[in-house]
């Protein structure tokens, strides 16, 4: 199963990555490998049954995760929502996931008290990209800078498949 999720806050140390995504894949005693994908690669532990690649991110958010469970823990790997959310509880900083909706700047955030908020998120065209969250439905506590505000264009689009 593969996830890509989006760490907001400040930035987590890879062990504390690694020990969180033990706990939220719920793997007791498996091998997960973090490591960053412009790093040195020939030292990752490619047989590691989770393996995750990070990239270091600016504006609102410090990480993009690219994670994979191997196909043997998958009945036990949960959906991405939960995994986001667990991420979230063990970290202490808000994840965000992909909405379902087709518009890019469509998001869930997952929220270290274990709660889910729709999001609002932008990337600039800088090189790299500036991220910013631009608003959310409901306040979080880790992000009291963000915008609380609806979300129009998501309401329309899940009207327009209605």
Same mark, same amino acid.
């Given at each position: =199963?593969?996830?890509?999720? #989006? @760490?907001?806050?400040?930035?987590?140390?890879?062990?504390? @990555?690694?020990?969180?995504?033990?706990?939220?894949?719920?793997?007791?005693?498996?091998?997960?490998?973090? &490591?960053?994908?412009?790093?040195?690669?020939?030292?990752?532990?490619?047989?590691?049954?989770? #393996?995750?690649?990070?990239?270091?991110?600016?504006?609102?958010?410090? #990480?993009?995760?690219?994670?994979?469970?191997?196909?043997?823990?998958?009945?036990? &790997?949960?959906?991405?929502?939960?995994?986001?959310?667990? @991420?979230? =509880?063990?970290?202490?900083?808000?994840?965000?996931?992909?909405?379902?909706?087709?518009?890019?700047?469509?998001?869930? #955030?997952?929220?270290?008290?274990?709660?889910?908020?729709?999001?609002?998120?932008?990337?600039?065209?800088?090189?790299?990209?500036?991220?910013?969250?631009?608003?959310?439905?409901?306040?979080?506590?880790?992000?009291?800078?963000?915008?609380?505000?609806?979300?129009?264009?998501?309401?329309?689009?899940?009207?327009?498949?209605?």
């Amino acid at each position: =199963m593969i996830y890509d999720l #989006l @760490l907001a806050g400040p930035p987590v140390p890879p062990t504390s @990555l690694a020990e969180a995504l033990a706990e939220a894949v719920r793997t007791e005693g498996v091998d997960v490998d973090v &490591a960053d994908r412009d790093g040195d690669q020939s030292q990752r532990d490619w047989t590691a049954p989770v #393996l995750c690649g990070y990239i270091r991110l600016r504006g609102d958010l410090s #990480l993009e995760l690219d994670i994979y469970v191997e196909d043997a823990l998958v009945n036990e &790997a949960p959906a991405e929502p939960e995994l986001a959310r667990r @991420l979230a =509880m063990a970290l202490g900083v808000p994840v965000l996931y992909p909405a379902e909706e087709v518009l890019p700047s469509a998001y869930w #955030l997952a929220t270290s008290s274990g709660e889910s908020v729709r999001a609002r998120l932008y990337a600039s065209d800088d090189e790299p990209p500036v991220h910013t969250i631009d608003a959310v439905e409901s306040p979080v506590a880790q992000l009291p800078h963000i915008r609380v505000s609806d979300l129009p264009e998501i309401a329309r689009e899940q009207h327009g498949k209605g």
